[in-house]
């Protein structure tokens, strides 16, 4: 466990996102794996099918990752504070409306595939695929929300080494199961959807397994729900939640818009957007990092020391980006080939629009940055509704501009990559005039959650 209430500010938060950061990078290897190995192995619409399902599913876990992102914000100042039974409390009622809202959202998820698919004018050449994508991983969605509630908790202690051999091992089973059974058996994309199942399995029971042995503030020895506790959660989960829900709801905008362009543009932005997702890792772990060193020294009141932490975070971000642009423009095309099926007769095309779209993003990951920054700065000091406002806020202004772009102003799918840093450069000057105002001070969750009778 990590105390961040003293020493280095600068390069503890540093230190701590670098292990995080490979973690969740094995992280976002599941789904581009999939994305690689259907585009390589079967054709460009596999490859459409997967990016439209993913993108529903993200908006069918939206909730669920946003109320354990608040749940960790509580246990972070708990922590920071010293006030441990109130922290076992927190993990305790967190883990039960967890469960129980996953069994709901798995339900959901299943009986309603077809709708949403429909509603999102997913082409006819690939709505049977992205049917059975989503159908079967939404069947085993419980592992991947067990997995990240506990990496979550850990990262609240100050723990982001531990999560990472877990990922590591199901992350080299998913790649190995992935060509088993699309290159061996010929499983197409329902061989991607199980072997990403599998995996997530063994990521979640080995966390918790490691949790239950090693980590005795994790362990709840009682089952207790905690009404009390659960408002303080809700206080700040709440607005992670709608953030996720928003930009998710946003997305899938977005992926309605992308689906008018046909299968071939979904394809080429999907292979973009996984890339995209990739090299803009660090930036955001960069973010979750400085949110558990905001968190815990907002409990410990150690308000200078929060701001100190942020500045230099700002400059690490910023310099991070510049580094990641020229990074993405080098090997662009060399890794969009990578999901790219040769014997395909839309490679071309499908390769033109992914690179079109990562050129334009790429120039403006500094935007990113400075968003990001704030947000997890927000975050942390627990101004859950402003870290969530600013976010979305972005994303409506994308998802406004892409749609304007496209009938007004007669562009094709870059219009969907222009949008983007419209949306950040606007949110991040709204996001730098709040935070000169000063009125995120005193939102600690430790003055306002006591111990429940």
């Given at each position: 466990m990590n105390d961040f209430t003293s020493g280095n500010a600068a390069r503890q938060i540093l230190m701590f996102s670098l292990p995080m950061l490979i973690g969740n990078m094995f992280q976002q290897l599941y789904s581009m794996v999939d994305a690689i190995v259907v585009g390589r192995f079967v054709g460009g619409t596999a490859l459409a099918s997967v990016g439209v399902a993913m993108n529903v599913l993200q908006f069918l876990l939206a909730v669920l990752i946003g109320l354990t992102t608040g749940a960790s914000v509580v246990i972070a100042q708990y922590y920071g504070a010293k006030q441990y039974d109130n922290l076992e409390r927190a993990v305790s009622t967190s883990i039960l409306f967890l469960a129980v809202f996953s069994v709901v959202i798995t339900a959901v998820g299943i009986f309603c595939a077809p709708a949403i698919l429909r509603a999102l004018n997913t082409s006819a050449d690939i709505l049977d695929d992205a049917r059975l994508y989503l159908r079967v991983l939404m069947a085993g969605?419980?592992?991947p929300i067990f997995f990240n509630m506990y990496t979550a908790y850990l990262r609240a202690l100050g723990d982001s080494r531990s999560p990472l051999y877990f990922l590591i091992i199901s992350t080299v089973l998913n790649t190995g199961l992935d060509l088993l059974l699309v290159v061996r058996f010929g499983l197409g994309v329902f061989g991607v959807a199980i072997a990403t199942i599998i995996a997530q399995a063994v990521a979640a029971v080995l966390c918790y397994i490691y949790t239950r042995r090693t980590v005795p503030l994790l362990t709840v020895k009682g089952f207790v729900y905690d009404r009390r506790m659960f408002g303080a959660i809700l206080r700040y989960g709440t607005p992670a939640a709608l953030q996720l829900s928003l930009v998710s709801l946003a997305n899938l905008t977005i992926t309605r818009l992308i689906n008018s362009f046909g299968s071939v543009a979904m394809a080429g932005v999907t292979a973009a957007v996984k890339f995209d997702q990739l090299a803009t890792l660090p930036i955001s772990n960069f973010s979750m990092a400085l949110s558990t060193f905001v968190g815990q020294n907002m409990g410990a009141g150690l308000i200078e020391r929060v701001r100190r932490g942020f500045r230099s975070s700002v400059l690490y971000m910023v310099a991070l980006a510049i580094c990641l642009s020229l990074i993405v423009r080098l090997l662009g095309p060399h890794l969009l080939a990578l999901f790219l099926n040769r014997e395909d007769v839309n490679t071309l095309e499908i390769m033109g629009i992914g690179l079109r779209y990562?050129?334009?993003?790429?120039?403006?990951?500094?935007?990113?940055?400075?968003?990001?920054?704030?947000?997890?700065f927000f975050r942390g000091v627990g101004d859950g509704v402003v870290a969530m406002i600013f976010p979305v806020s972005s994303l409506v202004i994308r998802t406004l501009s892409a749609y304007a772009l496209v009938w007004w102003g007669g562009m094709g799918p870059e219009a969907l990559a222009w949008s983007i840093p419209i949306g950040w450069g606007l949110s991040s000057l709204a996001s730098w005039l709040y935070y000169l105002t000063g009125r995120w001070t005193g939102k600690a969750v430790t003055k306002a959650a006591e111990p429940a009778g």
């Open positions: 969605i419980i592992f990562l050129n334009v993003i790429s120039a403006f990951y500094f935007l990113f940055s400075l968003l990001f920054s704030f947000n997890g």
